[in-house]
């Protein structure tokens, strides 16, 4: 029986950069779940992030979930303690006591490459649950935090657990929303190969401030021995361009564009999650519109010992709805990609149901775990929430401009209580 779907509100930020809506920057909607995807401050020093975490933990969510970016130098205690001297010459900061300010906080669930699932409990709420992995790693570039070669790239993203609902990352993917002006694509191609494993539901992203916007990706899922291969993606035109309205990404069935993807976990639990509870105090369309999907239970058991997880549960404020008569997004075809490289043995104790594709696996070609009892995960939407338009160092003719927070409703599998007093998916 498939579970209830409710729609949940993300308001999506990136690239603040010590900007907020307490200095009128910008202005936060309302909305159940706050991401901001990294660079909170220029260069991290505490002083920077005690304000940033002032107007954040004032936000009205019920969920609050932040990674750091490069620019947030004292998070990245490694990197400041080799090099923290030439961004604080003048004040040395202590890397633990930055970090503790945001693994402190009553509000918000702070991510460092790490998962965590997510129950919204507030009554008035959505009453939804999403499993997130937050990373604010990004391809190294200048003398800057989180940073990682290619050569370490696939070792440090093979580790996003194959059930998340939404991967938060400070880098965008390559090819998706990460166009730069000097660089080109900028964005990860490692990271890309990942999603197309992964197949979230919402990919939140920044560093690229040009690349700012939206693109749904769906997956080509047609030929089990090609990994990595996208069928097309579609451009999010945005509808608070310009004016007053709010720049909104409808996914939901009520928006007539839901995205399709029903968080199916797979045969294999690879990287889990166990439960914690914590209760903080605080129109027409390019896309064939889709019947409302499938979710899931988010029940899960197994865990990969180099990830640190909880789940979270926030209590406080709900969601207003808007909805657009606009297409949101124009469809453009991609080429083929990916090759038919080894990847995974065949596995003998698989059941014969789901290896593969259906029947026993094709190839050793093929990317089992990946597949198996994963089809329903067919599109990802991208979204590159920069906040910041100009670019480091914010000294452009014009001075600093701002975009707007971007808003995705998406519909989300419901949980609730069992008998044993435990969070389970409504089934």
């Not at 029947?359 to 599109?379: I, N, Q, Y």
Request: charged share 25%; hydrophobic share 30%; net charge negative.
């Amino acid at each position: 029986m498939p579970s209830t779907l409710r729609r949940t509100r993300f308001v999506c930020v990136s690239d603040t950069h010590n900007s907020s809506p307490l200095n009128g920057s910008f202005k936060l909607p309302k909305g159940d779940v706050l991401i901001h995807a990294g660079d909170l401050t220029n260069q991290g020093s505490l002083s920077e992030l005690r304000k940033t975490i002032d107007w954040i933990e004032e936000a009205n969510f019920e969920s609050k979930i932040v990674i750091a970016g490069n620019h947030d130098v004292t998070l990245d205690s490694d990197f400041c303690e080799q090099h923290g001297s030439y961004f604080h010459n003048q004040h040395p900061q202590v890397p633990q006591d930055c970090i503790q300010l945001l693994r402190d906080s009553p509000s918000i669930t702070y991510l460092d490459h790490e998962a965590v699932v997510i129950r919204l409990i507030k009554e008035d709420g959505p009453g939804t649950s999403f499993k997130v992995f937050g990373s604010p790693y990004s391809p190294a570039q200048g003398l800057w935090a989180f940073g990682y070669s290619p050569e370490g790239a696939s070792k440090l993203w093979e580790e996003v657990p194959l059930d998340a609902d939404v991967v938060v990352t400070h880098t965008p993917p390559k090819y998706h929303c990460d166009e730069s002006k000097g660089r080109g694509s900028a964005g990860c191609e490692v990271l890309r190969q990942m999603l197309w494993r992964v197949r979230p539901r919402l990919a939140v992203c920044g560093h690229i401030h040009e690349g700012r916007g939206a693109e749904r990706i769906r997956w080509d899922l047609s030929t089990p021995n090609t990994r990595y291969k996208e069928d097309h993606t579609g451009y999010w035109t945005d509808p608070g361009s310009r004016n007053n309205k709010q720049s909104l990404v409808d996914l939901s069935v009520r928006g007539g564009e839901p995205l399709e993807n029903n968080g199916d976990d797979g045969e294999y639990a690879i990287f889990a999650t166990r439960s914690i509870e914590t209760v903080h105090p605080r129109s027409k369309s390019t896309f064939k519109s889709s019947p409302a999907v499938k979710s899931p239970s988010h029940e899960l058991s197994v865990k990969s010992p180099s990830l640190a997880t909880a789940a979270a549960v926030h209590a406080v404020g709900s969601a207003s709805v808007e909805h657009e008569s606009q297409p949101q997004f124009h469809s453009v075809a991609e080429p083929s990609s990916g090759s038919a490289t080894p990847f995974l043995p065949c596995y003998e104790k698989m059941s014969s149901a789901t290896r593969g594709r259906g029947g026993g696996p094709p190839s050793v070609h093929c990317d089992v775990k990946a597949l198996s009892g994963r089809l329903g995960r067919k599109e990802t939407c991208v979204i590159n929430a920069a906040i910041m338009a100009s670019s480091w160092p914010h000294k452009g003719s014009g001075g600093k401009k701002y975009n707007k927070p971007i808003v995705v409703d998406i519909d989300l599998p419901v949980w609730e209580v069992n008998a044993e007093g435990e969070g389970a998916s409504c089934e």
